[in-house]
């Protein structure tokens, strides 16, 4: 079964420093495409950002990066220089070349001032 | 360049009333995706549509839940005879085609609350 696992409830971070959010999948696919969005109060469902699996460069947004680790089936999220507009709920999604996101559970991020 | 808009954004229904959900995609966009998202859970794919096609149901239940999107207007999510577990937020999202590995756009969600 293709399963996406978040396994930090929630996780907490000093202004300006340097949080990493971890997520794990299971595919049988060799080709597929990971995101994190971001979820603040609003509801909205934000892209931070996104990578492709046969790339093997690691994926960068400005305060945004990724640890992609593909034989460990391993897609963790950096956020460097936490600010406060960062809190919200980080959703891991992998897409297995289809149109059916596969979202993990989710990791509460509060930035403390 | 509006982005997915959906409405009610709150919606209050009383057990065994029915729920419609509404979606209006990007413009430009003929392709939209139902997401269901539990309490503390991430979102789950219910249902793929195109204009006038149901593409991909796999995800919504049998019974209760049907979902159209037709030539004109938004595209609408139905639950008949809710249930109090059905209390949801129900994310609708666009993409220009039916590429998955395209970004997906959002809407705000429909907080679906059942007394």
């Known amino acids: 079964a293709q399963t996406v696992t978040q396994s930090q409830p929630e996780m907490s971070v000093q202004e300006a420093e340097t949080v990493t959010l971890s997520c794990t999948y299971d ?16 509801r909205q469902m ?22 992609f680790q593909k034989a460990a089936k391993s897609f963790s999220l950096k956020i460097s220089d936490s600010q406060l507009g960062d809190a919200a709920m980080y959703f891991c999604a992998y897409i297995p070349g289809t149109y059916k996101y596969i979202f993990g559970t989710g990791t509460r991020l509060k930035v403390l001032a | 360049n509006a982005g997915v808009m959906q409405n009610p954004r709150h919606l209050v229904r009383r057990r065994g009333q029915e729920a419609r959900l509404r979606c209006s995609p990007m413009k430009g966009h003929s392709h939209v995706y139902w997401y269901r998202q539990l309490p503390e859970e991430g979102l789950k794919f219910m249902v793929y549509l195109q204009k006038e096609n149901i593409i991909d149901e796999s995800g919504m239940p049998k019974e209760r839940f049907s979902a159209e999107f037709p030539k004109e207007g938004p595209s609408i999510l139905r639950i008949q005879q809710v249930v109090r577990g059905d209390s949801a937020a129900y994310f609708c999202a666009s993409s220009p085609s039916g590429q998955g590995v395209e970004k997906l756009f959002f809407g705000s969600g429909t907080q679906l609350s059942v007394l």
């Open chain 1, 27 to 42: 595919t049988s696919e060799s080709d597929y495409y990971l995101f994190w969005y971001k979820q603040p109060p609003s």
């Open chain 1, 46 to 67: 934000i892209l931070v950002i996104r990578q492709e699996a046969y790339k093997q460069q690691n994926a960068t947004e400005n305060r945004f990066s990724v640890n």
